[in-house]
């Protein structure tokens, strides 16, 4: 009787497989739960190329500041790796796998001014 499961699924239950750190085989199950996607998402931005960005943003005080470094680390689980913002300087450096204008758009709806952008790598 041929396999009529979809090859994600496959896919999914042959990474649990090889994820269980047992001697014995795993019991998996007929669809892929919660933690297998999400390590299939995690692997698939793992892939992903990393840029940097660098950006001058107009901040006055530690409260502007603050409300950039708030907005990045909520964006950490979508693809933000590192990021920087140095309020002397008026920069926020940000290492990401998003696009441009996704890390733009974000330190955009803090309401601070975004003077200039540019991809350093």
């Not at 996607?37 to 107009?58: A, N």
């Not at 309020?87 to 998003?98: P, R």
């Amino acid at each position: 009787m041929p396999d009529r499961r979809s090859p994600r699924l496959a896919a999914c239950e042959y990474i649990a497989y090889k994820t269980v750190s047992s001697s014995k085989p795993a019991l998996l199950p007929s669809r892929p739960t919660p933690f297998v996607l999400d390590f299939i998402s995690y692997r698939w931005r793992l892939r992903q190329e990393i840029h940097t960005y660098k950006f001058d943003v107009k901040m006055t005080c530690s409260g502007c500041s603050g409300a950039v470094s708030r907005v990045l680390e909520k964006a950490k689980p979508d693809g933000v790796s590192e990021f920087n913002v140095d309020l002397e300087k008026q920069e926020v450096v940000v290492k990401s796998s998003l696009p441009y204008d996704d890390i733009l758009a974000r330190i955009k709806k803090t309401g601070k001014e975004v003077r200039s952008g540019v991809t350093v790598e």
